[in-house]
Nanobody, 126 residues
């Protein structure tokens, strides 16, 4: 499956932004989708994941209550709605896909995702 992330940009602290990730090439609804991010000079970290039908979601503690992951299988797109953004949310955000839902610690491991988008930069100014 090919993934194309978009929606990044510059936003002030406290603002909101919605990222999108469009999928093509395979049956989108067969895949668990996730967002990861890489802040400047840091490793890539898990942000959120959503099951095939959207019925299950998990979040990193750092974004709980502020970010919402969702998907539209008819549009082959997964979204990340971000509110109350902080400067520490500044990062390149990547969408990723895998076939199976699993335990939280597994879903948070980037090595278990077979497909990746190219990333979209989010910059939060203070």
């Amino acid at each position: 499956v090919q993934l194309q992330a978009s929606g990044g940009g510059l936003v002030q602290a406290g603002g909101s932004l919605r990222l999108s990730c469009a999928a093509s090439g395979r049956i989108f609804s067969n895949y668990v989708m996730a967002w990861f991010r890489r802040a400047p000079g840091r490793e890539r970290n898990f942000v959120a994941a959503i099951s095939w039908d959207g019925g299950n979601t998990i979040y990193a503690d750092s974004v709980k209550g502020r970010f919402t992951i969702s998907r539209d299988n008819a549009q082959n797109t997964v979204y990340l709605q971000m509110h109350s953004l902080k400067p520490e949310d500044t990062a390149v955000y990547y969408c990723a896909a895998r076939r199976t839902w699993s335990a939280d610690y597994v879903l948070g491991r980037e090595n278990d995702y077979a497909y990746w988008g190219q990333g979209t930069l989010v910059t939060v100014s203070s």
